[in-house]
């Protein structure tokens, strides 16, 4: 009987155990607000609040060049570049 009830004992803490495990939280939820912050940069050019989104060490790398850029003030110039390109490519071809 008693080791019934030590059996029973285990395995109610052992799915319990495995419950609270599964009730992670989202990380979409966690990174949703980061990533928004970071799509309006590059949508927008407004690179004003950089500093909050991205790290001092921040290694941008896009094609062709696959050379790093590295660090805010370089992102910064390639958010702004890009930003100038394609509104003077939606300029001229309107």
Same mark, same amino acid.
């Given at each position: 009987?008693?080791?019934?009830?030590?059996? !029973?004992?285990?395995? !109610?803490?052992?799915?319990?155990?495995?419950a609270f495990q599964?009730?992670?939280?989202?990380?979409?939820?966690?990174?949703?607000?980061?990533?928004?912050?970071?799509?309006?940069?590059?949508? !927008?050019?407004?690179?004003?609040?950089?500093?909050?989104?991205?790290?001092?060490?921040?290694?941008?790398?896009? !094609?062709?060049?696959?050379?790093?850029?590295?660090?805010?003030?370089?992102?910064?110039?390639?958010?702004?570049?890009?930003?100038l390109l394609n509104?003077?490519?939606?300029?001229?071809?309107?």
């Amino acid at each position: 009987m008693k080791s019934i009830i030590q059996l !029973t004992a285990f395995v !109610t803490i052992f799915f319990l155990a495995g419950a609270f495990q599964c009730q992670r939280p989202d990380p979409a939820k966690k990174y949703d607000a980061l990533l928004n912050d970071y799509l309006a940069l590059w949508n !927008t050019g407004q690179t004003e609040n950089l500093e909050k989104i991205i790290h001092p060490d921040f290694e941008l790398r896009m !094609t062709p060049k696959y050379e790093a850029e590295k660090g805010i003030e370089a992102c910064r110039k390639s958010v702004c570049n890009i930003f100038l390109l394609n509104n003077h490519n939606q300029l001229f071809n309107k």
